[in-house]
Antibody
Framework: QVQLVQSGAEVKKPGASVKVSCKIS????????INWVRQAPGQGLEWLGW????????GFAQQFEGRGTMTRNTSISTVYMELSSLRSDDTAIYYC??????????WGQGTMVTVSS | EIVLTQSPATLSLSPGERATLSCRAS??????VAWYQQKPGQAPRLLIY???NRAPGIPPRFSGSGSGTDFTLTISSLDPEDFAVYYC????????FGGGTKIEIK
């Protein structure tokens, strides 16, 4: 049973960067597309981008190009999402999710990122 | 960017009633539509993928239909655990989510 376990909550100042991890357990770390989705308080879901755990290829939603970075460490079955130049409207729960076809079948528990001066 | 518009924003129903949720796309998304359920404090849960396929473990009271720009999630008889927020999602052109429909207890 594949599980995604994310790192803990973060509090950052405006202009800083945050790096959230997502560890894949219960399966070999092969050829998954791990996506990142965020949810601002009381709001809907917003897709940020994806990384392939095997190749390291990434893709970003247009609004995060240049500000987002996704990486992986295959030795510890973990992918990372880093967002720079944080603003107050980046305050959200950040989820990693495994893609199955055109949908996301497995989700992490979420990581709260708070941007506040 | 393909915009997904969900309606209604809120649906007030009683347990046992039928729920019909709509998701309309700004341009055709073929059948690349999924539906998720989200309860407070929880991550979204996949219900339906590729318009009409139930995810593993999802009860048969949940069904999806549609094509092109108009899609529907139907819950045939609401169970008390079904009161939640529901999102549609497309992956025809990059990826976007609808704004959500909340099903609340009447």
């Amino acid at each position: 049973q594949v599980q995604l376990v994310q790192s803990g909550a973060e509090v950052k100042k405006p202009g800083a960067s945050v790096k959230v991890s997502c560890k894949i357990s219960g399966s070999t770390f092969t050829n998954y597309d791990i996506n990142w989705v965020r949810q601002a308080p009381g709001q809907g879901l917003e897709w940020l981008g994806w990384i392939n755990s095997n190749s390291g290829y990434t893709g970003f939603a247009q609004q995060f190009e240049g500000r987002g970075t996704m990486t992986r460490n295959t030795s510890i079955s973990t992918v990372y999402m880093e967002l720079s130049s944080l603003r107050s409207d980046d305050t959200a729960i950040y989820y990693c999710a495994k893609r199955m076809g055109d949908a996301f079948d497995i989700w992490g528990q979420g990581t709260m990122v708070t941007v506040s001066s | 960017e393909i915009v997904l518009t969900q309606s209604p924003a809120t649906l007030s129903l009683s347990p046992g009633e039928r729920a019909t949720l709509s998701c309309r796309a700004s341009q055709s998304v073929s059948t690349y539509v999924a539906w998720y359920q989200q309860k407070p404090g929880q991550a979204p849960r996949l219900l339906i993928y590729d318009t009409s396929n139930r995810a593993p473990g999802i009860p048969p009271r949940f069904s999806g239909s549609g094509s092109g720009t108009d899609f529907t999630l139907t819950i045939s008889s609401l169970d008390p655990e079904d009161f939640a927020v529901y999102y549609c999602q497309q992956r025809r052109d990059w990826l976007t989510f609808g704004g959500g429909t909340k099903i609340e207890i009447k």
